[in-house]
């Protein structure tokens, strides 16, 4: 009698979207610094509903939650947090601290996504252009790339914002910033394509009759889709930051629109006084920034652990 020995299970392919979700699962810090951009996004897309919660608007003024005898500061502790300001209020004005920052939230994330999504859109057009095409094209992208990192971007940002007044701040802001954020991208893209645009697989389309442009959206951009995807997760937190510093050197957004760099702008006369109308803002600042750092240090490593040095 014969015994007939059974095939070992087949081994289940697993996407790189199945192995990213199994490391960040593996990863405490991953996962709470994607709990926190969640909240943050959150915060920002639902902005008016969640300020809404709270009940008062972020340029409504509430002149009974401050004393006009001490310089407008809040009535009662930790900056007049209570069950109508569950955050506090500014001094002087009385405005609710808790709407300001949600809607806070919403214009720094906006300009920052908006910013970053400019930046990689443009940033790995050019890379592949440059890395497949070669010759001319990469010479010109080339010398492009470094003229634009060569350039004082940030004297540049402060003189275009002073200078352009009646325009739409939110807009100006997103294109000035994404305007210099490119080539780094561009870069890292180039040196991936250069690595790709000879591998068999894109030979034999090459052969089989592809044209380039074909080629670039199916055979190279799933290629470097790994290491974009890990650099604009590490590029949003420098665009959050920018944002928030020409808002506090006064040339970001203009009043009363609220913008956390702004708010920290405004408290630093308070932060003796009334620390928490100062911390509020910063803490969230914090919060957000430090998150998408450590997500887009673990997204690096595992979608691109030679670029992350493991």
């Known amino acids: ?18 192995l990213v979700r199994a490391e960040l699962r593996r990863r405490p810090a991953a996962r709470l610094s994607l709990g926190v951009v969640a909240f943050f996004a959150l915060l920002a897309a639902a902005a ?13 003024f509430d002149k009974s939650a401050v004393d006009p005898y001490l310089g407008g500061l809040p009535l009662g502790p930790l900056g007049g947090v209570s069950a109508e300001h569950w955050l506090g209020v500014e001094p002087v004005t009385g405005r609710d601290l ?17 910013a970053t999504a400019i930046v990689v859109l443009a940033g790995t057009a050019a890379g592949i252009c440059a890395g497949y095409f070669g010759g001319r094209t ?10 634009t990192m060569s ?41 991936q394509t250069l690595s790709l645009k000879h591998r068999e697989y894109v ?10 442009w074909r080629i670039l959206v199916r055979d190279i951009l799933p290629g470097v889709a790994g290491p974009v995807i890990a650099y604009t997760t590490l590029i949003v937190p420098g665009m ?30 308070y932060y003796e006084t009334d620390p928490m109308y100062f911390a509020v803002p910063s803490l969230c600042l914090f919060l957000t ?22």
């Open 289 to 310: 920034v430090l998150a998408f750092t450590l997500l887009g240090d673990a997204l690096r490593d595992i979608l691109d652990p030679r670029g992350g040095g493991a």
């Open 98 to 114: 808790f709407a300001r920052v949600v809607h806070g939230a919403q214009v720094s994330l906006l300009i920052a996504f908006a």
């Open 240 to 269: 959050i930051a920018t944002e928030a510093a020409l808002s506090y050197l006064g040339v970001g957004v203009r009043p009363p629109t609220p913008s956390w760099g702004q708010m920290i702008a405004e408290s630093v006369a």
């Open 48 to 60: 008016p509903l969640i300020a809404a919660l709270g009940g008062w608007g972020p340029d409504e």
């Open 203 to 212: 030979d034999a389309a090459r052969v089989g009759g592809s044209g380039p």
């Open 151 to 191: 350039f004082p971007s940030l004297i540049f940002m402060i003189a275009m914002m002073s200078v352009a007044r009646d325009v739409n701040r939110i807009v100006l802001m997103t294109a000035v910033i994404g305007l210099f954020g490119w080539p780094g991208i561009a870069r890292i893209v180039r040196g």
């Open 138 to 147: 990469d010479t010109v992208l080339s010398r492009l790339m470094d003229l």
């Open 1 to 18: 009698m014969t015994t007939t020995t059974a095939p070992p299970p087949a081994r289940t392919a697993h996407s790189p979207w199945q």
